[in-house]
Each structure stands twice: as C-alpha cells, then as structure tokens.
C-alpha cells in the first residue's frame, strides 16, 4: 500500500473532522435523553402495554434502567434550557466520561472541570467534597500553596533557579504543571491546573480562579525571603531531603494514568456513578463505594506512627488489587429489574455503599486475584498485552494510548512507528516501562 505524505493543512482538517464526530456522539447521548424523556413525560409506552419507560427501554432496545435514567440525567443537566435535544456550547469540548462522572458535581464545581481533567480528577473532586476536611494543615491558600511545593522539591528548586515576568508565565506554568493538568488536595483546598489558569476550591465555598502570574506572586511573598537556586527547599524548609521524597503528599496527578474517552460506548458501562431513576422520572444519585483505602488517603501518614510496620498498607491500590467491581456487578438485583428504583435517601445511600465496601473487602481471593508480590512486575510486549483484551477493552486501551501521547494520530499512517508501539514493554496493566 503507497502512503501519502500529509501536508498541514490535511493534518488540521483531519483534527477538526475527529473533533466534529465527536462532539457528534456526545449530541446523540442527549437526543436519546431527550426522547425517552418525551417517552416518560407523555406516557407512550403505555401504548405498547409497558408499565414503566424503564420496562420500555430494556424490551425495545436492551437498555438496562441505569443506562436509561443516564441517558436521561445527561438530557436534562447539560441540555440547551434543559429540555431540548442539543447539547450546551460549554460542554461541547468535554468528554463522555466526563460529563457522567459531573452528573453527581454542584453547578459551581462544574467550571472546574476542562477537557484535559480525567474522569479520576473528578472522581476525587467529588470524594473531597463528602466529608469535610480537618484544619490545621492547609487553612488558606498560602499555606496551599506552601504545602504544594513543599510537596515538589524539585519544583521549587527549579522556578527559584530561572527568572520570570509576566510575559513569561507559560514557561512557569510548564515548569509547575508539566503534564498541562494536574490536582493537588490538602488541608481544606482542592486545586486543579491547567495551562491557562489555576483554580481552587476551599471546602464547602465557590470555586475560584486564579491567574498563573497570581500563583506565581503568591509563591515569590512565601519564598523570596529563602530563595537560593536549587537550595531553595532546603534553606526554606531545611530537614533531610530524602525524608521530604518519601512523605506523602496529598496530590493526584493524573497525567500518567490517562483515563480512556471511548465516546462510542454505551453510557452507562464505564464503572461510573450510578442515577436512579424513579417511575415518574426524577432522579437520585447513588455513587458507588470507592476502592479500598480510597477516603483514607489523607490519614495515611498519622496511622502509619500508630500501627507497627507490619500493619501498613499502601496508600494507592489499583482497581485489580482492591476488587473494585465492574458497573454490572455494583448494580444491586432491584436495579436490574424492569422498573427504574425509587429515589434512595441520603442514608439508605451512604449504608448501601457501606455494605458495597463490606463485601469487596471480605471477597475472598480467587485464582485470577491474587496479592501482589511486592518487586515482582510481569513485563511484556504491548502487542502480547492486547491479545489478552476483548474488543472493547482493546478499543478503551487505545484511546487511553491516544491520550496520554503514546500513540497519536499521525503514527498511524507510519507501519514503523506502530511496530515500534506494539513492541514496547509494558507491565501486566498495560502501562508503559520505557
């Protein structure tokens, strides 16, 4: 096969066509909301002698309820007047996955979010806001931001060993946030960057954005007084810097573990949040107990003082070792019958994710879960990697590749730089070793 050379302007054509279906896909997600909305609104499927639009969906066309009342949360969140069949401008750029796990985010939180957060980053906005977080560690944006680089040693070291203006802030920015996204949790504050702004939200008040030439004036009032080059950490901090490595922070970076935007998938099945849907079509959130370790992330440090060596845990697990299960098994048996359950209340929803904890944690091992062997990693080519997925598991890898810049669309058209992908090694998840 002859391949052509592609000019500029095709390579720019070609993105924006991409960009176009795209956001295609995501405008169906809201004209199916919007029909079955009409369908319960009206009572149509009486017509055909269903009893419910839930009995209706599953029959008609193999919806399961929670698929349904998805479909129609997405119409009637993020709908033009919330009741139409095109999707608002300010959410056009966002992805599928997104716009599910923002389904259970207060309107203000939502401005938070940018095409380039991950569905994890969202996720742990979410976990920030259930519970509220103890003072004393980060109770002003200061003291956020001196945590943060108390965090990023390096960081520091490195803005404090070159010199910026205003007119040089995007180099800043790359310096700080590398990957062009990143969170940051501690203390009362959640803060998300991006390459255009920085915004962070102290518990339980509005989201506020924040300039990078504001972040960066913030930084210079803490640490101009100690600035020393790469010394800077140490003069300011001082201690020793291989403790400082090993203290752990309270970020999430998500750069390195790109979550996958298969907009083509069914919504529904991608181990999001659920939306209860009741008979008369209001909905009620029923988020999922998180893994294992997850809501203790922030005490790790004190109840590793407490409890001998042997007792510790790592703070992060992935969803393999914790036994987070797939959407269709959170689904309880009620939810996976014809009529969508009725509204839950705050507490019935926070026993059922309790319970749902419960039992992950008491599953026993299997021959397919077996514990870690700390050191031990099964390292192999990514084509042997992807001969163990199944179709859609193959798809969601390959977008997650596409996303995280491992393959782009321009190396598709290259047969050499596709072996050299397939050939690289990569542990048994399917991330990358090189």
């Known amino acids: 096969m002859e ?3 592609m000019t500029l302007d095709d390579w720019v054509q070609m993105k924006q066509k991409l960009r176009q279906e795209l956001i295609g896909v995501k405008q169906s997600f809201v004209r199916i909301g919007y029909a079955l909305r009409q369908i319960d609104d009206q009572k149509l499927y009486e017509n055909d002698g269903y009893k419910s639009i839930a009995e209706f969906a599953k029959a008609e066309y193999g919806l399961e309820a929670s698929t349904t009342s998805r479909f129609i949360s ?3 969140e993020y709908s033009i007047d919330g ?4 999707l608002r401008p300010e959410y056009t750029d966002l992805g599928r996955s997104q716009l599910e796990e923002m389904l259970k985010l207060p309107d203000s939180d939502r401005q938070m979010i940018q095409p380039e957060a991950s569905r994890e980053d969202i996720r742990e906005l979410k976990r920030f806001n259930k519970t509220e977080p103890a003072a004393g560690v980060a109770d002003d944006i200061s003291q956020l931001i001196e945590k943060f680089f108390e965090d990023n040693k390096d960081i520091l070291n490195e803005v404090y060993s070159n010199e910026f203006d205003e007119e040089s802030m995007s180099r800043f920015a790359e310096i700080v946030n590398p990957a062009g996204n990143r969170s940051y949790k501690k203390g009362l504050y959640f803060m998300m960057m991006y390459e255009n702004r920085v915004t962070i939200k102290k518990f339980g008040d509005t989201p506020k954005n924040m300039s990078w030439w504001e972040f960066y004036q913030l930084m210079r009032s803490i640490f101009d007084e100690d600035a020393a080059g790469t010394r800077t950490w140490q003069n300011h901090f001082g201690g020793d810097d291989e403790a400082q490595e090993n203290e752990p922070t309270g970020e999430h970076t998500t750069a390195e573990t790109p979550e996958s935007e298969d907009d083509n998938a069914a ?3 991608t181990g999001t949040d659920e939306v209860e849907e009741t008979e008369s079509g209001s909905v009620a959130d029923n988020e999922p107990a998180p893994g294992a370790g997850e809501e203790q992330k922030d005490d ?3 109840g590793d003082t407490d409890r001998g060596e042997d007792n510790k845990e790592p703070a992060d ?5 914790t036994g ?3 959407l269709g098994e959170q689904i309880a048996p009620a939810q996976k019958s014809a009529e969508i359950p009725e509204e839950s209340e705050p507490e019935s929803i926070e026993r059922e994710e309790n319970e749902a904890q419960n039992i992950e944690e008491n599953e026993p091992e299997t021959e397919d879960k077996k514990p870690e062997i700390e050191g031990i990693e ?3 080519t990514r084509k042997e990697y992807m001969n163990t997925l199944t179709e859609q598991e193959m798809a969601d890898y390959m977008t997650e590749e596409h996303h995280s810049g491992r393959l782009l669309a321009s190396d598709l058209i290259f047969p050499e730089k596709i072996r050299q992908w397939l050939s690289g090694k990569v542990d048994r998840y399917g991330k990358s070793q090189s």
């Open 324 to 326: 987070e299960k797939s």
């Open 300 to 302: 790790s440090t004190d």
């Open 317 to 321: 697990r992935s969803e393999e070792q």
């Open 74 to 76: 997405i119409n009637r």
């Open 267 to 269: 919504v529904g099945e």
């Open 3 to 5: 391949y052509v050379q």
């Open 83 to 86: 009741y139409s069949e095109h």
């Open 378 to 380: 099964a390292y192999k």
